[in-house]
T-cell receptor, first 114, second 116 residues
Framework: GAVVSQHPSRVICKSGTSVKIECRSLDFQATTMFWYRQFPKKSLMLMATSNEGSKATYEQGVEKDKFLINHASLTLSTLTVTSAHPEDSSFYIC??????????FGPGTRLLVL | AQKITQTQPGMFVQEKEAVTLDCTYDTSDQSYGLFWYKQPSSGEMIFLIYQGSYDEQNATEGRYSLNFQKARKSANLVISASQLGDSAMYFCAMREGNQAGTALIFGKGTTLSVSS
């Protein structure tokens, strides 16, 4: 199946710093990518839809100034958590839809803010 | 109202037995897609099976089959001949419509434990 990569897989940072997470579709072009957040033993919650060449669409309750999304090319979307705080600690997963029906997910990024 | 409902927080099954994970959905769209994903403790989301709303036959992928009952709006996942490696969290998800920009909506998940 299609492959989506995510980097880094794990990051620990100090409160107040910014963290950038990259999501790449390796063998297909994705005009749209999605960013999800997941707390332990909970479901995936959609944060935003990332559109290549245009602004991201954020879900209600998600601060767009806090979670900056950039979709610079058809294979790369980035999520930057700005001025991270401990409550931002979570598992962040991106996904992209290939030319087929299936939506593929990256391996996820575990963020721990101290 | 929840779009995707998974009523079983946890399920237990013995190796080599079959198990059914329940999923019901709610949508007024005629075109939609239903997905099942497996999430082991590593966190990666592994795609298992897909069923389109217009597909007349139930989807099958190896040991996985989707029992699609459109009138009842249910899309249960059947895992035949369970293996220890099947122990994981399983999510049912739906995409309403068929546009590329539509995200998946997830259920709360079911934790499956397979014992020897």
């Amino acid at each position: 199946g299609a492959v989506v990569s995510q980097h880094p897989s794990r990051v620990i940072c100090k409160s107040g710093t910014s963290v950038k997470i990259e999501c790449r579709s390796l063998d297909f072009q994705a005009t749209t990518m999605f960013w999800y957040r997941q707390f332990p033993k909970k479901s995936l919650m959609l944060m935003a839809t990332s559109n290549e060449g245009s602004k991201a669409t954020y879900e209600q309750g998600v601060e767009k100034d806090k979670f900056l999304i950039n979709h610079a090319s058809l294979t790369l979307s980035t999520l930057t958590v700005t001025s991270a705080h401990p409550e931002d600690s979570s598992f962040y997963i991106c996904s992209a839809r290939s030319y087929q029906e299936t939506q593929y997910f990256g391996p996820g990024t575990r963020l721990l803010v101290l | 109202a929840q779009k995707i409902t998974q009523t079983q927080p946890g399920m237990f099954v013995q190796e080599k037995e079959a198990v059914t994970l329940d999923c019901t959905y709610d949508t007024s769209d005629q075109s939609y897609g239903l997905f099942w994903y497996k999430q082991p403790s590593s966190g990666e989301m592994i795609f298992l099976i897909y069923q389109g709303s217009y597909d007349e036959q139930n989807a099958t992928e190896g040991r996985y089959s989707l029992n699609f009952q459109k009138a009842r709006k249910s899309a249960n996942l059947v895992i035949s001949a369970s293996q220890l490696g099947d122990s994981a969290m399983y999510f049912c998800a739906m995409r309403e419509g068929n546009q590329a920009g539509t995200a998946l909506i997830f259920g709360k998940g079911t934790t499956l434990s397979v014992s020897s």
